[in-house]
């Protein structure tokens, strides 16, 4: 077997699956997103090692400064896993199987599918992007208001630890055989499940757009943000954009298919979220400009 021939079949070689003991099975999938979240601690926590975290989070005590600021990230990053499970859960229940869970509340509450044989455990293989992201900005402007911290300002702290972990996020997917592209004829095609045709391993661009290249640009960026929230929103930009252009290789979900013929669910939520974050960008770069 030729190598170009190998790197064809490498989605149909991998096992999503690393170990399972009866019903229960351990995921690359569930590994990746362990990766993504240790990834966004020390990104964070290399960050405050060298200073650069928000001056809200400084306490006067010199002794106990960086411990209390890695104790305020370590918060930070709980409250917004929780935001990102339940905004998650609720953006795929809602924007895309509502029908479905209309009928099945159980499946929709509890990491359960129901079947003749009974209850049988799956996890949430069903969360969302767009809901997630959601969940995060809601949880963490709560979280900040009772910290009495910036929002804006932890955001943009946040933000490219974000993207950093976003990146296992694709991968697992690439891992757990789902959310393939759009059939091609292109060198990069690959073949997924039982497939007979090739297709783009969009999965894969999606870790390289949405995650290391935004990554990058927003790290490059960190300290040099003219107005606090720069750095997030040019995040939310990036990915909207980055987002719309990578649904165009990627398989249109089957719950909804292509919308009008033309646009992806995802790719609506992107424009909404691109005209969202770029709406906001320009009134408070305006709103700097002025002062």
Known sequence: MSMFSFYQHIPQYLD??????????????????VAGIL????LLRWRIGKGEAPQDFKISNSKTEKSGEL??????LLVGFWGML????????????????????????????????????????????????????????????????????????V???????????RIGNFLNGELWGRETNSFLGMYFGEDFFLRHP????????????????????????????????????????????????RSPDWQSGLILGIFSTGQLLSLCMLAGGSLLYFQKNRKNAII
């Open 16 to 33: 999503p699956i690393i170990f399972s003991i009866g019903s229960f099975a351990i995921r690359w999938y569930s590994l990746m997103y």
């Open 39 to 42: 990834t966004a601690f020390f």
């Open 71 to 76: 104790g305020i990230t370590l918060d930070i």
């Open 86 to 157: 339940f905004g998650g859960r609720l953006g795929y229940i809602l924007f895309y199987n509502f029908p479905y869970y209309l009928q099945n509340p159980v499946e929709a509450l509890l990491p359960v599918a129901v079947s003749g044989d009974g209850l049988r455990i799956t996890g949430y293989y069903g969360l969302s992007y767009h809901g997630a992201l959601l969940g995060v900005i809601a949880s963490g402007y709560v979280f900040s208001k009772i910290r009495k911290l910036d929002f804006w300002r932890v955001a943009d702290f």
């Open 159 to 169: 933000a490219p630890a974000a993207a950093g972990a976003y990146f296992f996020g």
């Open 202 to 249: 969009s999965q894969l661009y999606e870790a390289f757009l949405e995650g290391l290249v935004l990554f990058l640009l927003l790290w490059i960026i960190r300290n040099k943000g003219r107005f606090d929230g720069q750095v997030f929103l040019v995040y939310i930009v990036g990915y909207a954009f980055f987002r719309y252009v990578s649904e165009y290789f």
